[in-house]
Each structure stands twice: as C-alpha cells, then as structure tokens.
C-alpha cells in the first residue's frame, strides 16, 4: 500500500498544523499520554488477565485433586500433587503414554518435512518460473484454501479404504507431500515475490538453471519463510483431529487428540483432575514451540494480511 | 493447460467411483490366520461396554488369562453404550475390529449381515470353544443363516430396583409387586410432591422418564399381547402405538415430577438413581452390581417390573455375546481368549451376574451366591420371573441398534420438552424406516 | 514475469523482444516443479470434488456398490428435521461468532497499537488462544469451566443470573462455544495489527487539525484503510466456523447434543458419512455446503467492490 495515497472518503481538506497549533497539540498530547497510558496497560492487563485464565486455569488444575477444582476459581493449588500426572502416563487400553506421543510426532514431523518440501518446490513454479497456465494454476490453488474440505473426504476415505490405507499413518501425510496446504505456498509464494530477481539473473547468466536457482539461492534465502512453515505444520498437525479421528483405529496407532478423547471416555467423568493433567501434556510441544518461537509465528500471519 | 488437468481429474474420479464400485467383500488380510505357530507372541485387541465396575472385573479376569497364557497380551478398552457402537462402525467400515469383543443381538444382524463378524462354528466344532455346558437354544441365539457368528455369555430379563435409603427419607412406600404403569406413574409424582432434598440439597425423584428406553417399549407392547417385530424383520406397531406409550409419562413431564435430564446428562456415565438422588430405576437384572457399585449401597432391591394386562410377560434374552472381528489375524487366539471368558469358572466367580446370569452352567455354579449377595437376589429375582412364567423374547431386527439409539436421542429431546410425542414417533419412524431396510 | 533476455551477440539497433512465446525449458522446467501440486490437485481435490459430485446421486454404504437415486438424497435433506436443525445451528454460529470475533480482534488490535510499549508480549499473549483453541486439550478445558457448579456457573451465580451448567442446557451451549470462538481473536488480531501499522499517521493528525474526533477518525480513515485487511479476515474467518468440527465433538461427547443444540454441519456430516455410512447422503450435504459456502465467497467479492479500498497499485 502506497503511504501517499488517501481514501476516497477522507476529509476534503487536508491542513498543514502551524507551529503554534502543533505546539498546543503536543502539550495536549503529554498530558493526556500520562492518563492514556494508566488506561492502556489497566486494559491491556485485565484483557490479558481475562484471555490467559482459561489456560493458566488448565495448568494449575492438572496439579489440584479433583474435588478441588470444579467450582474452584482460585488458581492455587492447595495440595498441589503430581498425582493426576502419574495417571495421564499410565496409558490408557495397555497403550502407554509415549507410544501416543510418539505417533503424534511421527505425524507432525512427517507433515513438517512434506510441506517444507512440497510447498516450496510449488511455490517456486508460482513465483519464478513462467509457463502456460501457470495463473489458472494459482487460481485454483487459492481457490482450495476457500474450500470446505466435506467435498473431497469421502471419495479420500472410500479411496484409501479400498487400498486398504485405513489405520496407517499414510492418509495424513500424503497431502502433505503433494502441497495439499495450499496456505504454506501461498505464505512462500508471497515470500519469494519480495525476493529480489537480480540474484536469479546473475546465476541463469551463469547457465544456472532453475534447480541449481531453487536450491542454492531460493531456499537459503527463504528460510524465515520455512521456518514459519514448519512451526505452523507441526502445531497443525499436532491438534489435527478429524484426519485421525477418520483414519486411526488400533490404540496404538492414536494420535494424542484421539487418546485424549479415549482417556476422556474412559475416566469417571468427575476425574477432572486426570483430563486435565492429559489435556496439559498433550499440548506441552505446542507450547514450547509457542514459547520459543512467537516470533515467527506472529509475523507469519502478519504478514499473510498484508498484501490483501 | 487445462484441459490435461481436467480429464486427469476425471481420470481419478472414474477411478475411486470405480473402486467404490468393487462391491464390499472382505478382502479381508487377516484371513491368512496365525499359522505361526502356537507359541508365538500375541496382542489380542478386545473392547466391551460398561462402567469402571466392569472394567475392574474384565481386567482380572484378562490378568488371570495372561497369566495362563503368557504369549498372549490382551489390549483391553472400553466406552460406554452409545459411543462403543460408534466405534466400532468405523472400524468396521476400516476392517479394523477388534479380535474379541462384546457383542449386542440388537447390532448382530448387520454386522453379520455385512460379513464383519468371524465364523466361530469350526472352533466350536473342534471344542477349541467348548460349549457342552451351554444351553443349545441360548447358543443358537448367537447363530444367523447357520453362521455361528457369536455366543452369548450369559442371560437377562427386565427388572425394577429400588434404593431403600432414597426412599425412606421421602416417606413413601413403593407399590406392592403386581402394580400397574399407572400405580408406579403414581408414586412417581408422590415422590415428587414430597419435595425432600438429599444431603447435596438435590430434589429426589421417583424415577427418570422411563419412555425414553426403546426395551420399555418393547416390553410393555408384548404386555399389551403384540409381537414387536414380524417374521420379516419389519416393525410391527406404528406412530399411534408410540405417542399413546409416550404418553403414559406426560402428565409426569408437565409436572416436573421427573429426574430431569440436564442433570441426568451432566451426571454420565452415572445417573440419578447411582448418585442416590432417584428412588427408583427400572433396567437389566444383571445392572444390580454395577449399580451396587456406583451408588455405594448394599441394600439396592430388586423388584418385579410394572404388569400389564396379563402380568409382567418378563422374557429372557441374551444379555451379551462375544464375537471376533472378522479381519483378525490371530482367530485361533482370539478363539482361546472367547472359551476361556464364556466357560472358565473362576470368570463366573469374578463377574458374578454382573453382565446377566452366566450360560455356562459350569460358571453359573462357581458364582458366589452367598445371602444377601448382589448375585444371590439377582438369580433369586430370576427363579421369581420363571415361576411365574415369560414368553419368548422379541428378536432384534436389522438396524435395532440404530432405532434404538435414536429412541434414546428423541428421548433426550422430549425431556427437554423442544419436541412433542407426536413429533418424536414421526421422526423416529422416519429414522426406523431407513434403518430397518 | 521475466523477459526474455536479447541475445547479447545481437546489434544495438535490435531491441529487446518481449515474447509471450514460453522457452521450452521454461515450461519443462514450471511443470517439473510443479508436479507435487498437480498430483495433489488431481488426486485430493478435484478428481474427488467430481467423484462426491456423482456419489450426491446415489445411496452408497461403503460395502455395496453405489445405487443411482437421482434427486432423493437432496429432497430428503430438506425434510430432514436434523438437517435443517444442523443449518440453523451452524447458521446462528458463524452470524454471531464471526463479527463479534472480528469486532474483538479490531478492538484490541486499535488498543495495542496506541502504545508501542509491551506491544509484541501482548501480541503473543493475545495469540496464544488462537493457536490452542481449536485442540481437543482446550474443548475438553471449556467444557470442565463450564458445566453446573463449574467456574462460569460460580461466576454468574455472584452476578446474579440463574444457576446452572451451561453444558447441559441446550440454550446456552451456543453461548458457550460462541465464547470459545471469540476467545482465539488473536489471529485476525494480528493480522489487523499489521493493517494498523500501515495506516499513515499523518492522515490522523491532519483529522485532528481538522477536529475530527476519534468517532470520525475511524469510520473516515481506519476502516477504509483497513478494509482489504478487513475483507481477508472476514472471508477467512466466515469460511472457517462453517468448519468447526473438534470443540463441538468433544463438548457434545461425540452427540451434537445436548437436544442437537451443537449439531453443526460438519458434525452431522461425520455422524452420516462415517458412522451410520450413508455416503450418498453426506455428499450431497457437503455439496450444498459447498454451494452456499461459494455463494458467500462470491458475495463477498461482489460486494468489496464497494467498500474495500485499495490504495497505490493492485494486487
């Protein structure tokens, strides 16, 4: 967006201040920022307050025993016990707690290592390479991120059932290998459309051609965009629930989602305590991955709005 | 450009249409069987239905058959009614089932109906299952087109029971035996005029609204002297039959004499007579001691249900079966694991009559029926409803679990009054319809 | 889109060709590269969209092959009172859920971009439901906070509204889960945030000299500055709930209940397709879905013509 142009509706005349006015603006700035700025962080902290209790609440749950939690607004545990944790490990059905786990990382990092691939060499055709097509292509790429997915998963399901795929992990990362996701080659599509074209020129001059370009000059450059893509892939994948819940049958190939709601199921329903210990554990990767890299995950969205 | 991608897409439509296309026969891969000899290392996948009662028994009795078979590991999980049978559909539709699981006749027909269900007929004939202490009508109970495609493993009839406690703080009596629907509607809405709270401060109840169980239905039109179902697996009674049942109970609704339901939903798995809140709740005889269990009592009574015109027309069914998934890969263990369920003794003395009295007779002897036992009155309840005669039990059509469920959903509905009787048998018909094709 | 390069032994006098004849390489090397997708495409999306298509018109149970019933599936749907029910819920969601979630995400996105201070941890802070919201950890945590006696039915016994879980009472689990959906506004959140940053400051203080208040300086300067962000997000956002398919499982136990108060449209889908496997049925709801999903898409493109502005060039 061109910073110098002004919309239609803006008002009709614009004046320059004088310094007079400026000055008086000012003074009126500083003493309204001291009351402006108490109004902020109070709001600022109460809405933080607010969003995070749902979450900090979970946490402090999992390490209360049950009685103490239902109608418990306060976050501290009395007796604060490991008890809950022990028995989300236990395992559910003689299926232990790290082979759900693992399945799960299995599956995300299966997922991360398609996209990564898949989504890049595709959005390297969108962004570099003309060639008939190519625009209609991109339409009906985007035109699947606007897609309700009810369409296609039943023909997916009768297809993989009858290729005897269900209850293997392949009907969830196959899409990920043939850049079903059509929003990570998007977010590298725009990635790439900001990289300066010299570098590619200099190296076709060279009698580069379009593999060497993408491998040695594309990825290295794109790597914020990669990493974004992975972070978001692997939480993506780590919270999938319908794909599993569809194509996941034997206990010991259960995701977490799916051995959660096994646990769930299977818990007397006032064990609270135990769900929410399971709950916490499933989600504990999302939060590293949260807590060490928001940065890349927060700008990866950003940036998605930022060209329309 | 496009037009490759075009038929290419077409292409691989044809293609899954055509595969859809390639009929439903099991290409089953577990057929090739364990030929790997006995000794070989097992994981046998087994599921059931019921409360944490049950599953504390399965799990002995699973400790116990490890024990003696140590190659064989048994993976055991379960759910609750509903949402077991939701389960296993989708392994179904994946031949995924389990190599040994609970079985319901209301679900038989389909699922051996479909080819699911593994032909236990060559193990019973080698005696790998040994049935020669079973009654051989009940085993036929367990037998479609001459498949034996599951055994039951034990039988139940229709009962009352009654919390002692409950009701004694509310001063009511219950009706002598021999009450009607409208003696028990009756004391419903005593209870509930008496107005008296538990120690929770929670109002206590007469009963939960019984219409909304399908078997009530069942049972009190064959009071009424009308089989359910026809010899060709349709429906015998129609919308009017279902809105006069319904009705029995309207007035109760209207009154809010009830247990009602948000509470009852928000309790699951446990309900308001297992949190002591009902005084009363008719169910399964074989229920006595999973509810014994949950509610915490010992002196849970058991009781004749309402009579009809011509008695209680109680009939015994088979309260369970076990049957195998038919794409298992270890039939022979799967086979070893449902004999020793249906006939080891020491497997009657740890369920008791807790999944309905054993058919075995070898089991139905070790069962610890000492006085004053949950086993001893649920066995004596049975002699009572024999003596005083039951006639033969309505068979399961196609699709009863489905009816059924959905019964128990409309149910659910007309307790949160967003549906009249008149509604719910126009839905449910329109539901049953489908289902029972 | 590049050009194609004058060979470098040509005469001055002869200028650089711009052809829109593709080198041969080019297309080789675009299609090469593109491979992965156009398998994807063919073999996940559309070649299934054809297939669901034809399966609308038929009754297909997975293990006999499809019968052709023409128009019945679509005309049972509309007397299917589950259905219909399914289309309302679904319907009073996304109406309600998605403008006041993306009410909340512009709201914080303006109160954050007052200060520059704290901005990136409140940005995070604010992210996180979004990231966690849609898991089944989280719906299982709603549904703990929310049932009788429970946090919520505590808080508002103290404000003073009736008691009583909002879990098991069929009028208030839309509430419920219409909060859970407002909850994780962090992402359109931070997409607005961007939007915000891109807006001049120097057309607010010209506003200001102008004596515009604050009331003006939105409706005549942010709004339209913010509209492609606010097109994106709504577009997104609305498409989005009609898919919410986890929270309203686990909530629901798996039941759309209670009295199919959260039996949504993908909900509903699964329970035909996938567990009574009346596959013709579920195809036919997914391709009205489809259409009225496409039908809103293609509203909301017709319509930004009018209010979304976009300033400099174009896309």
Known sequence: MSPTSVPA?????????????????????????????????????????????????????????????????????????????????????????????????????????????????????????????????????????????????????????????????????????????????????????????????????????????FASIMLPLMKPALVSSSIFAFIWSWNDFFGPLLYLKKPDLYSLPIALRMFVDQTSVSDYGAQMAMAVLALVPVMLFFFVFQRYLVEGVATQGLKG | MKRPVLSAAAAAAALTLGLAACGGSSDAPGTTGSAAGDDAPVTLTFTWWGNDDRAERYNQAIDLFEEQNPHITIQGQFQDFSNYWTARATEAAGRSLPD?????????????????????????????????????????????????????????????????????????????????????????????????????????YGSGDYVATFWFFLQHLVQQGTEPFTDDGGLNFDEDDVVDWLNLTADLRAADAVYPIARALALAP???????????????????????????????????????????????????????????????????????????????????????????????????????????????????????????????????????????????????????????????????????? | MTLTAAPPTAGPSTPPVRTRRHKGSEVRAGYAFLTPWLLGFVLLTA?????????????????????????????????????????????????????????????????????HRGQGFYRSAFYLPSLVGASVSIAIVWKAMFIDNGIVDRMQQAVGIEGGGWVGDPSRTMPMLVLLTVWQFGAPMVIFLAGLKQVPLELYEAASVDGAGPVRKFWRITLPMLSPVLFFNLLLETIHAFQIFASAFIISNGTGGPARSTLFYTLYLYFRGFQDFRMGYASAMAWVLVLVVGGITAFFFRSSRLWVHYSGEGK
């Open chain 1, 9 to 213: 509706n803006a008002p009709a005349k614009l004046h320059r201040p004088t310094v007079e006015q400026s000055a008086g603006l000012r003074r009126q700035a500083r003493s309204r920022s001291l009351g402006r700025s108490i109004v902020f962080h109070v709001a600022t902290v109460v809405l933080t307050v607010v969003i995070l209790y749902p979450a900090v609440w979970m946490l402090m749950s999992a390490f209360k025993p049950t009685h103490d939690i239902v109608g418990n607004v306060s976050l501290v545990p009395h007796d604060a016990s490991l008890a809950n944790f022990a028995k989300a490990l236990g395992g559910i059905g003689g299926v232990s707690f790290w082979t759900f786990f693992t399945n799960s990382l299995v599956l995300a990092v299966g997922s991360v290592v398609g996209i990564t691939i898949s989504c890049s060499v595709s959005a390297y055709a969108f962004a570099r390479i003309d060639f008939p097509g190519r625009n209609v292509f991109f339409v009906l790429m985007i035109g699947t991120l606007l897609l309700p997915f009810h369409v296609v998963i039943i023909p997916q399901y009768i297809v993989f059932n009858r290729l005897g795929l269900v209850d293997t992990f392949v009907p969830l990362l196959l899409g990920k290998f043939l850049a079903a996701e059509a929003f990570f080659v998007f977010l590298m599509v725009q990635f790439m459309r900001n990289l300066p074209r010299e570098l590619d020129e200099a190296a076709r001059i060279d009698g580069a051609g379009h593999v060497r370009i």
């Open chain 3, 47 to 115: 070649g299934p969209m054809i297939a669901s298509l034809y399966l609308a018109f038929t009754d297909y149970n997975l293990f006999a092959p499809p019968q052709w019933v023409g128009l019945d599936n679509f005309r049972m749907l509309f007397q299917d009172p589950n259905y219909l029910k399914a289309w309302q819920v679904t319907g009073i969601y996304v109406l309600f859920g998605t403008p006041v979630k993306l009410a909340s995400a512009l709201a914080v996105a303006m109160l954050l971009n007052a200060r």
């Open chain 2, 100 to 204: 040994v699981m609970q079985f319901d006749s209301a679900y038989l027909r389909e699922y051996a109906g479909n080819s699911h269900l593994l032909d236990l007929g060559p193990y019973v004939e080698s005696g790998a299952i040994d049935l020669a202490n079973f009654d051989e009508g009940l085993v036929a109970a367990g037998s479609l087109n001459d498949v034996q495609v599951a055994i039951p493993t034990s039988t139940n009839t229709l009962a009352m029971f009654v919390n002692p406690d409950v009701l004694a703080a509310t001063g009511v009596e219950f009706p002598d035996d021999g009450y009607t629907w409208e003696d028990l509607n009756r004391f419903v809405q005593d209870v509930s005029d008496a107005d008296v709270p538990t120690d929770d401060g929670y109002k206590i």
């Open chain 2, 270 to 437: 446990l309900g308001g007579f297992t949190v002591n809140e009902v005084a009363s709740e008719q169910s399964w005889d074989n229920f006595l001691a999973g509810y014994s269990a949950d509610s915490g009592k010992d002196n849970l009574e058991i009781r004749p249900i309402p009579a009809g015109p011509d008695g209680t027309s109680n009939f015994f069914r088979p309260s369970m079966l076990l049957a195998s998934g038919a794409n298992t890969d270890h039939p022979e263990a799967a086979a070893r694991f449902i004999d020793f369920l249906l006939t080891d003794p020491e497997v009657g003395a740890i369920f008791g009559t807790s999944k309905g009295v054993p058919a075995d007779s070898g089991q139905r002897a070790a069962v610890d029926a000492e006085d004053g036992s949950v086993d001893a009155a649920v066995i004596a309840y049975e002699e009572l409803v024999a003596g005083t005669g039951t006639v033969a039990p309505p068979i399961p059509v196609k699709g009863f679990g489905t009816i059924e469920a959905t019964w128990k959903s409309l149910g659910e509905e007309l307790s949160y009054k967003t549906i009249t009787p008149e509604q719910f048998a126009q839905q449910w018909f329109a539901e049953a319809e489908l289902a029972v094709r």
